[in-house]
């Protein structure tokens, strides 16, 4: 929190350009940490707002997915993301990778980790730090790499590539994925208000 | 000098438009009150994501109010704490962003500065130096303010807020929450002298609160009068509620007293969600007028938490040369005296 803008100042100086020269404002909008998403969504609805320019979300599971296809310009085929999401679960979706072009395949998912998705077995190839509790048993693809994060550039490269409509600033929001978290109620007695 | 103020500190999100010159421009507030009632209190995590949601389209509804374009502010202010870490976050970093792409000065507000200044947005606002009690959820504080900036803690509650007694005691009558309202409407039905509850720390020398012993006095009452489904009937329920905000607003009224002749002030501020409470208000206008002095309070909107403070506050702090930084800071426990006088060095 206390680094991003001076880091945003940073980049742009180095630029040359000022942030009311930007012609759009690409985040990494989740699923992810949820503080940390707020972080980002908070940071970038202001960013760009003030500079009245429109927001492209880009998944942070893609994020991942496109970065491993940076470091892997030889693999071409499936790619399965799993990413730790904490209460033994995990954040998972399934991607073709083709050179340096990722796309999507189905659905992002919350599961599990002893409900291991047969979808994200299938693939050539599978990253991310998620894999690291697939519960033994479940077979790992020969190409892994289990030790990567959500980059930056891959952010830009995602944004550039189309495939998600820039939105307006205030429609910017995190994607949580975990939206029922079990808060107890409380329990009432009163059917009506005193 | 128009300042936009952003207060994401809680349950609310507060955004309002202050211009040095001419005033409040606009203001809006969204309540969550509905998202956490269900839970009978404040789920932070429920709440970051409500403001996460709400603070640019209130921010677009007040520009739109009050007819100006965002390129026409000069600073943005933010409440930077005390308050929920997560939902600091979210005005802070929408605010601290939006000033720096729209390359105008930010600043971090103090949240019960913000409450402590808000009867400056009255016709009639106090003059320096006066008595403040500062009584909400989260704090009850009597402070001594010499000017902006300039505060000593004269004493506070050793356990819980007031508010939070409030909260609390209208939890153990199944009241809605937040429970302020809903004990005071009920009390307007109750008998007086039909329960006498101790006002706590009143016999003893000092300025200190404390109001676990009121808390417990009413749950053994209501449990004691308590029927099969686990509540007393209706009318002792408005007995207690009484009962209960007499004994509250009692020991409020006696340390202000006490605060005023200690200092030598005539003035009393009343701050924070509890100032709204109409009985407060009117016992102690009449208790002070006693002693030649007089209480100042903020519209009922403005006491509970709001942006206008926020904005106001910050136009102070602003005009006395402070800005923040660009890296986003927020502080969720910052006791009131750490703050600078106005036109000395910042926080942040």
Known sequence: ?194 | MRVLGIETSCDETGIALYDTERGLLADALYSQIAVHSEYGGVVPELASRDHVRKTLPLIQQVLDDAGITRSELDAVAYTAGPGLIGALMVGAGVGRAMAYALGIPAIGVHHMEGHLLAPMLEDNPPDFPFVALLVSGGHTQLVQVEGIGRYELLGESLDDAAGEAFDKAAKMMDLDYPGGPHIARLAERGTLGRFTFPRPMTDRPGLDFSFSGLKTYTLNTVAEHALDNGLPDDQTCADIALAFQEAVVGTLVIKCRRALKQTGYKRLVIAGGVSANKSLREQLEAQLAKIGASVFYARKEFCTDNGAMIAYAGAQRLLAGQTADLAIQVTPRWPMDQLTPAGTDAHD
């Open chain 1, 1 to 194: 929190m206390q680094r991003l803008l001076p880091m945003v100042h940073e980049v742009l100086a180095e630029a040359g350009i000022g942030a009311s020269e930007l012609d759009c404002f690409a985040f990494g909008r989740g699923p992810g940490s949820f503080t940390g998403l707020r972080v980002a969504t908070g940071v970038v609805q202001g960013l760009a707002f003030g500079a009245d320019r429109p927001v492209i979300p880009v998944s942070s599971l893609a994020t991942i997915a496109q970065g491993f296809a940076r470091s892997h310009a030889e693999f071409s085929g499936t790619l399965a993301v799993a990413v730790d999401a904490r209460m033994d679960e995990i954040y998972g979706a399934r991607f073709s990778v083709d050179g340096n072009r990722v796309t999507a395949l189905g659905d992002e998912l919350l599961v599990a980790v002893d409900q291991w998705p047969a979808a994200l077995c299938e693939a050539d190839a599978i990253c991310g730090s998620g894999w690291q509790l697939a519960p033994s048993g479940i077979e790992r693809a020969s190409v892994c790499q289990i030790d990567i994060e959500p980059d930056a550039q891959d952010v830009l490269t995602l944004a550039l590539q189309g495939d998600v409509m820039p939105i307006c600033a205030t429609q910017a929001l995190p994607v949580y994925l975990r939206d029922s978290v079990s808060w107890q109620k409380r329990t009432r007695v009163r059917t009506t208000s005193l």
